[in-house]
């Protein structure tokens, strides 16, 4: 408890931070030429997941633009036939109880 407290003192917090910023001065360079690829690849892969999903989605997107024109088209068949516009209902299936 007491060295959390020291740990957490202003002055530790001071020292602490410019010992990472000195530390960060010497490193960093390198640490950045070492992780500066791994970054890249995975923004590389982001971006070409969200060119998947984009795909997916706007050919999904297609699919129910087609599904409902061709509902659209049946109504308007049915209208033209003089029948009713609403679809047929369907008769509720029977729930069996347990025994």
């Known amino acids: 408890m007491v060295m959390l407290k020291l740990l957490t003192s202003k002055p530790a917090l001071f020292a602490l931070g410019a010992a990472s910023a000195a530390a960060w001065k010497l490193f960093g360079p390198a640490v950045g ?33 087609d599904i409902t024109a061709e509902a659209k088209a049946e109504i308007a068949e049915r209208e033209k036939d003089g ?3 609403e679809p047929r209902q369907r008769k509720p299936r029977s729930r069996k109880t347990a025994s």
């Open 33 to 65: 030429r070492t992780v500066r690829p791994v970054v890249k690849d995975v923004i590389k892969g982001g971006l070409v997941l969200q060119k998947q999903i984009s795909t997916a989605a706007q050919e999904t997107w297609q699919d129910i633009e």
């Open 83 to 85: 029948d009713e516009a």
